[in-house]
C-alpha cells in the first residue's frame, strides 16, 4: 500500500517513538524534541514501518493515509 | 468465588463485597506474572470495579485496547487534586498535594512545561551517551569479577548504573560521583530511616543548586547546562526549579532502571534460550527487540497508571461518570492477546514495541529514550562478560518487591 503520512507538531510530546520506528521519515527538532516530517510521501517498503509508527505514537499525533 | 459475566455487569445487583480490592497478589512460584485475579478480570470484559486502600471504588481497566484510547482521551484527567482521582497510597496522596510537578497537571499547562525538558531527551542526544554509559558498564563489571563471589548483583550493578548515568547525564564532576551515589542510594533504598532520607534529598538539591550556578558561568555538554542556558538564563525556570528537576529524574530514573536491570536478570536466567540469543548475539536490533520484550514481559509499574473521568464517556457500553477514578492495569494490558500472541511467554524474537510498560497518553515516560539506551547497554554487555553468571540462590529465596511502587527484587545474589 502507498501512504502519505502528517504530523500534528502541537500534540506531539517528543517520546522519540517514531524516530525509532521509522528514522528515514521521522526527526526531533532541535530545541524541544518535537516531531518533524522528513518525507510525506514515503516508499513503499516503510508503510510497515510507519503504520506501526502511527499506532506506538503515545500522542496520536501521527495520521496515515492511503495516497 | 466464581464471578459470571451477568454479576460484573450488572451494577444494581453487584454487592459490595463481590467487588474485590486491589492491588491483588501474584501466584507464588509465578513472579514474572500479574496476579491471576487480574487475568480472570482481562478475560470478562474491558473494565470493573476494583475497591482501594481507602474504601474508594474506582473503575480497574484490564485491555489494551480500552487502556489506549482512555489515556489519549483529553476527557480523562492526570490531576491529582480531583476528588475521584484514584491515589495509589496515603503517603503519595499527601506528596501529591505538595508538590504539584508536571506528571500531575493536563495540557495546555503539563505540555508547556514539559516541552521545556524533553530537547535533552531526544533520541540522537540520548544516543550521543551510549559510549560513556558502555564505560560505566564495563566498570562496573570490571569491580564485580575482581571482587567476592556471590554477589549482590543488585547493590553492585543493578543500583549504580541508573545513578552514574543521571551523574552522566546531568553533567555531575567526576570528583562528586562518590557524594551523588551515596545521597542517591539513600534515597532510594526503602530501609533508610526518614530524617536520613530526608537529610539525603536536600544534601542533593543543596548540591545541584550549587552546580547549576556553576553552570550558568561555565556552560559544559550536559543537561543542567542546557536547561541552564536555555531556560533559567531566561527566567523561564528558576534555580531551584532545575536543581528539583534533577533531583526528579534522579528518582525517577533510578529505582525504575535498577529494577528492570536485576528482574531482567532473573527473568533470563530462568529462561536460558533466551539469554543464549541475547548473550551470544552481535545484532543491536535483537538486543533492542529483547529489551522492548523485557519491558512488556515484566511490566515492572505495577500500580496502575492513575487518572479521573472530567466527563461522562462510554467505554464499549460501560458509561464512566464524571468524577469516577480510573485505574489502568498496564500490567496485564502487556500480557493481552489481542495484541501480543502467546503473550505469557518471554520471546527476545517477538515484536514487542506496541508494549505500555512506559503508559500511553501525553504522560508517556519522559526518560524512556534514556532508559532504553541504558538497558540495551546492559543486557548487550553483562551476560556476555560473564556467560557463566548463575543465581546463588533458589528462585524462591530471592526476595522480590511484592508491596513495591515499583516491581523489581531487593537483592540478587549471584556467582560465576
Redesign the interface.
Known amino acids: 500500500m502507498t501512504v502519505r503520512v502528517s504530523v500534528d507538531q502541537d500534540r506531539c510530546i517528543a517520546s522519540g517513538q517514531c524516530v525509532r520506528t521509522a528514522p528515514s521519515v521521522f526527526g526531533q527538532r532541535e530545541e524541544d524534541g518535537v516531531v518533524t516530517l522528513q518525507q510525506a510521501d514515503p516508499p513503499d517498503g516503510l508503510t510497515k514501518d510507519v503504520k506501526l509508527a502511527a499506532a506506538v505514537c503515545p500522542a496520536l499525533a501521527i495520521a496515515v493515509s492511503e495516497r | 468465588m466464581a464471578h459470571s459475566l451477568t454479576d460484573i455487569r450488572d451494577r444494581t445487583g453487584t454487592t459490595e463485597r463481590e467487588i474485590p480490592q486491589y492491588p491483588m497478589p501474584r501466584a507464588a512460584g509465578c513472579p514474572f506474572d500479574p496476579p491471576p485475579a487480574l487475568r480472570d478480570l482481562q478475560a470478562e470484559g474491558p473494565l470493573s470495579k476494583v475497591r482501594l486502600w481507602d474504601g474508594s471504588t474506582p473503575w480497574l481497566v484490564t485491555r489494551y485496547a480500552e487502556q489506549r484510547a482512555l489515556?489519549?482521551d483529553p476527557r480523562v484527567s492526570a490531576d491529582g487534586s480531583h476528588p475521584g482521582y484514584p491515589h495509589v497510597s496515603a503517603n503519595l496522596k499527601f506528596r501529591s498535594t505538595r508538590d504539584a510537578s508536571f506528571i500531575r497537571m493536563d495540557d495546555p499547562e503539563h505540555?508547556r512545561i514539559?516541552?521545556?525538558v524533553?530537547?535533552p531527551?531526544?533520541?540522537?542526544?540520548v544516543e550521543s551517551m551510549r559510549p560513556g554509559i558502555q564505560r560505566i558498564v564495563d566498570g562496573l563489571i570490571d569491580d564485580l569479577l575482581a571482587g567476592p563471589k556471590p554477589a549482590d548483583l543488585v547493590q553492585a550493578f543493578a543500583l549504580p548504573v541508573p545513578s552514574l548515568v543521571i551523574c552522566q547525564l546531568l553533567g555531575v564532576p567526576y570528583a562528586d560521583h562518590d557524594f551523588f551515589q551515596r545521597n542517591s542510594r539513600l534515597l532510594i533504598n526503602r530501609d533508610t530511616p526518614p530524617d536520613q532520607a530526608q537529610a539525603a534529598q536536600t544534601a542533593l538539591i543543596g548540591y545541584l543548586d550549587q552546580l547549576v550556578g556553576e553552570k550558568l558561568a561555565h556552560p559544559g555538554d550536559d543537561l543542567l547546562s542546557r536547561l541552564a542556558t536555555e531556560r533559567v538564563a531566561t527566567g523561564e525556570l528558576t534555580r531551584h526549579d532545575l536543581a528539583s528537576l534533577g533531583r526528579l529524574l534522579l528518582v525517577a530514573g533510578h529505582e525504575t532502571t535498577a529494577n528492570m536491570i536485576a528482574l531482567g536478570t532473573v527473568a533470563l536466567l530462568q529462561h536460558p534460550d533466551q539469554l543464549a540469543a541475547v548473550r551470544d548475539s552481535d545484532d543491536p536490533a535483537l538486543i533492542a527487540a529483547a529489551v522492548e520484550e523485557l519491558l512488556r514481559y515484566l511490566s515492572i509499574v505495577h500500580s496502575g497508571r492513575r487518572r479521573v473521568a472530567l466527563a461522562d464517556i462510554d467505554v464499549g457500553g460501560q458509561v464512566v461518570r464524571q468524577g469516577d477514578g480510573l485505574v489502568m492495569a498496564n500490567d496485564v494490558a502487556n500480557r493481552d492477546e489481542s495484541v501480543f500472541s502467546g503473550a505469557g511467554e518471554l520471546d527476545v524474537h517477538r515484536d514487542a514495541?506496541?508494549h505500555v510498560a512506559f503508559?500511553?497518553?501525553?504522560h508517556?515516560c519522559l526518560g524512556?529514550?534514556l532508559a532504553?539506551v541504558e538497558l540495551q547497554v546492559v543486557y548487550g554487555t553483562l551476560y556476555r562478560r560473564i556467560p557463566t553468571l548463575a543465581l546463588a540462590a533458589g528462585l524462591e529465596e530471592i526476595p522480590f518487591k511484592h508491596d513495591g511502587l515499583v516491581y523489581g527484587v531487593y537483592e540478587l545474589p549471584v556467582t560465576w
Open positions: 489515556l489519549a505540555a514539559r516541552r521545556m524533553t530537547g531527551f531526544a533520541v540522537r542526544q514495541r506496541q503508559g500511553f497518553g501525553v508517556q524512556q529514550p532504553r
